[in-house]
C-alpha cells in the first residue's frame, strides 16, 4: 500500500501565476481533504471533495480551487498567485464513514 | 465553532523520561474524535492516537497514552520512555463525527502544536 502519495514535493511559483497540486489516496479511500500549513502554524482545512463533489469549505478564497477525479485522486488549484501562499500544502484521505485521516508529505509551495 | 488550544509552544525531556502534552478544547458536540498527529521534519503528519468522545476509556498505544477529561474539555497526551526518534511536532486535533448521509468523513481542527525535543 503506497499511502498517499502528493506531487510534487517541491514548487517555486512567481506572483500572479497559477499551481496545481496533486494527490493520489491511500487505497480504498474515497475522502480527500486539502490542507493549508504556514509555517510555524497548525494546518488549516481548505476543503474536502467526496464523489467528486466539494463537500466542506475553510476560510478560503475563490482562487483555491479543487477537482476529485473517478479514480478519487485530487487536484487542488491556487490562481492569482500571492506570496502570502507561500506554505506546505497537505493531503489527508479517509475511508467512507470512517473519522480517520492519512496524510501524505506534502507539497511545499514558496511564491516569490 | 470548534477550537483547540495548545498552549505549550516547546517542550524538551530527556531520553527514557516521561513528558505530557497538554491540549484543550471547546466544542458543543455531544459526540467526536480528538486526535494527536506528529510532525517530523519530515513534514508528513503521522497519527499517534485516537480517542472517541463516547468512549469512557483513555485511548492507549505503546508508549503514547492519553487522558481524556471530557468535563473538562481536556485531551493529554503522555510519552513514557521518550526516544529520541519521538522529537518533532505534535498538533492536537478534533473532528465531528462522519456525516450520517453520504458517508463522507468530517475536517480536522487542529492546535498550534507543541514542538518536543527529545535530549539524549
Known amino acids: 500500500d503506497a499511502g498517499v502519495t502528493q506531487s510534487p514535493t517541491h514548487l517555486i511559483k512567481t506572483r500572479g501565476q497559477q499551481v496545481t497540486l496533486r494527490c493520489s489516496p491511500k487505497?480504498?479511500?474515497?475522502?480527500v481533504s486539502w490542507y493549508q500549513q504556514a509555517l510555524g502554524q497548525g494546518p488549516q482545512f481548505i476543503f474536502q471533495?467526496?464523489?467528486?463533489?466539494?463537500?466542506q469549505r475553510g476560510n478560503f478564497p475563490d482562487r483555491f480551487s479543487g477537482h476529485q477525479f473517478p479514480n478519487y485522486s485530487s487536484e487542488l488549484n491556487v490562481n492569482a498567485l500571492l506570496l502570502g501562499d507561500s506554505a506546505l500544502y497537505l493531503c489527508?484521505?479517509?475511508?467512507?464513514?470512517?473519522?480517520?485521516?492519512?496524510f501524505g508529505q506534502g507539497t511545499r509551495l514558496t511564491v516569490v | 465553532a470548534q477550537t483547540v488550544t495548545q498552549s505549550q509552544p516547546e517542550m524538551s525531556v530527556q531520553e527514557a523520561e516521561t513528558v505530557t502534552l497538554s491540549c484543550t478544547y471547546d466544542t458543543s458536540e455531544s459526540n467526536y474524535y480528538l486526535f494527536w498527529y506528529k510532525q517530523p521534519p519530515s513534514r508528513q503528519m503521522i497519527l499517534v492516537i485516537r480517542?472517541?468522545?463516547?468512549?469512557?476509556q483513555n485511548a492507549t498505544e505503546n508508549r503514547f497514552s492519553v487522558n481524556f477529561q471530557k468535563a473538562a474539555k481536556s485531551f493529554s497526551l503522555k510519552i513514557s520512555d521518550s526516544q529520541l526518534g519521538d522529537t518533532a511536532m505534535y498538533f492536537c486535533a478534533f473532528m465531528k463525527p462522519p456525516y450520517l448521509y453520504g458517508g463522507a468523513t468530517n475536517k480536522l481542527i487542529f492546535g498550534t502544536g507543541t514542538l518536543l525535543a527529545v535530549q539524549p
Open positions: 471533495y467526496y464523489e467528486e463533489e466539494e463537500r
Open positions: 487505497s480504498g479511500h474515497d475522502t
Open positions: 480517542q472517541e468522545a463516547y468512549k469512557q
Open positions: 489527508a484521505s479517509s475511508p467512507t464513514g470512517i473519522a480517520e485521516a492519512f
